[in-house]
């Protein structure tokens, strides 16, 4: 799912608490956006890529200009 669908489904209240998880194969951080939808449910770049965020604090923005107060991060 891309940024924009990610704000039109949590505008319906179809999302879950967000999860930010350290990317197995690269340094950075994946988002997981989970909820009542069937898209992907990683946040992936317009061109369809994973999106991987290398700093946690830019991925955590991203989730706070969606309207998130509340996310999960795991190791």
Known sequence: MNIKEAE???QANAL???VIKKHD???GWTV???GM???NP???TAR???RVFKRLDAAVGVLFEVGFGELTIVR
Do not use: N
Request: net charge negative.
């Open 48 to 50: 369809g890529q994973v």
């Open 37 to 39: 939808h069937k898209l």
């Open 16 to 18: 879950a608490v967000p």
């Open 8 to 10: 039109l489904l949590f």
């Open 32 to 34: 997981t956006l989970s």
């Open 42 to 44: 990683l946040l992936e």
């Open 25 to 27: 194969r690269d340094e």
